[in-house]
């Protein structure tokens, strides 16, 4: 994924090389936001061996924060690495958030075990205190809220959604916000990452595909003796249940879901977006296709427009002024960016990317009428008059 350090100062993040061959590292790029040329490269950096992709922020004091695997690191705006650390789990990371104090959140990423929430000194890299065990496993990145004075991360799990309680030294379980999403374990699979708005945790489930799984079976993650199995988003779910989308209340932890999609045996790779002056909720089935446009009412999700042509997997950018939001569309050879319409779901543009794959990655707003897209083998700036 992309992001920016401070204005016209761009980076990149990613993992070499896959999921066999050589042993895999993660680096970090400062991108010319223009031209997309590389100006800085940071040294190979160590992952444990693990093969998944990682997240980067850019913290207060100025430092870039990438966890890739086992590692995290601090680096300085050329690239170069400040500190490393192991981490004390084993298994590849995928949440990392800065949280108020500025003190460092990450997440081990599980689909069996339980997960594990660990927080650092941002200038040292050393626990602040002892790891959060979790109550279940953990596939989805983690979110963080400052409400009433409060800060809390929010952490989808395998069946339940759990809320922490922040304080200076040690991360608490809310033992009395704990909603439950995935009942019916065989019929439908874990959610991916939440997005917080409007007063709600928002998240969509049938994320543990057989990739994933396939990924997750292996210890380091994603590292395979030649041959590598197949690893298609596209392959069919393990389950049978449609799509779902998922509204949480902040405050209660009331539950309400819709299917927004026909076809059985749904799925995404991507959290959703919700538009609070719309009241409106934008969703996808990844899998099978569609993308729908979804109204939040105070007792119900209405369904007020649906467009089964779309094939999204990543989450979209939302603009609201301007009415629209940007999503990725996979015609099965060539990734695509949409400009669509929020109200309505009309098309407003559609540019082709070249990138032959389409993955779950996070488009970036650009800071120059633009938007960044990064995907498995490709990455592209679009820009708009």
């Not at 379980?173 to 959610?191: I, S």
Request: charged share 20%.
């Amino acid at each position: 994924m992309f992001i920016h350090r401070a204005p016209g100062e761009l980076y990149l993040t990613g993992t070499l090389p896959a999921f066999a061959g050589p042993a895999p590292y993660g680096w970090v790029q400062k991108i010319d936001p223009l031209n997309m040329e590389v100006l800085e490269n940071s040294p190979k950096l160590a992952c444990g061996d693990h093969v998944w992709c990682g997240s980067i922020a850019a913290h207060q004091n100025g430092a870039l924060y990438n966890v890739n695997g086992r590692y995290l690191h601090s680096l300085d705006s050329k690239c170069q690495v400040i500190r490393e650390r192991k981490l004390p789990v084993d298994q590849a990371h995928n949440g990392l958030l800065i949280l108020a104090d500025g003190t460092i959140a990450t997440k081990d990423l599980r689909l069996t075990a339980c997960s594990t929430l660990t927080r650092l000194d941002p200038n040292t890299l050393e626990e602040l205190h002892a790891p959060l065990l979790l109550p279940e496993p953990s596939m989805g990145r983690i979110a963080a809220q400052r409400t009433n004075g409060r800060e809390y991360i929010y952490v989808p799990g395998k069946e339940t959604i759990y809320r922490i309680l922040i304080h200076p030294e040690s991360f608490e379980l809310d033992a009395y916000w704990q909603p439950t999403y995935r009942e019916l374990t065989d019929t439908q699979g874990m959610a991916w990452d939440a997005c917080i708005s409007g007063d709600y945790l928002w998240l969509m489930d049938n994320g543990d595909i057989e990739t994933v799984r396939a990924i997750f079976n292996q210890h380091p993650n994603g590292r395979f003796a030649e041959p590598v199995p197949s690893l298609d988003w596209r392959d069919p779910a393990p389950w049978s249940g449609q799509q779902r989308l998922i509204r949480m209340s902040l405050a209660t932890g009331e539950t309400k879901c819709v299917t927004p999609f026909p076809a059985s045996g749904g799925a995404i790779i991507a959290p959703p977006a919700y538009i609070p002056s719309k009241k409106l909720c934008v969703c996808w089935d990844s899998v099978n296709g569609g993308i729908a446009g979804v109204r939040s009412k105070e007792d119900s999700l209405e369904v007020v427009w649906l467009r089964p042509d779309v094939r999204p997997t990543m989450q979209p950018l939302v603009y609201e002024d301007a009415n629209f939001f940007v999503i990725n569309h996979f015609d099965g050879g060539s990734d695509h960016l949409l400009v669509m319409d929020i109200d309505s779901g009309d098309m407003v543009c559609d540019v082709d990317t070249g990138s032959p794959l389409a993955n779950g990655m996070f488009l970036t707003p650009g800071q120059n009428n633009d938007v960044l897209y990064c995907s498995t083998v490709s990455y592209a700036r679009i820009s708009w008059d």
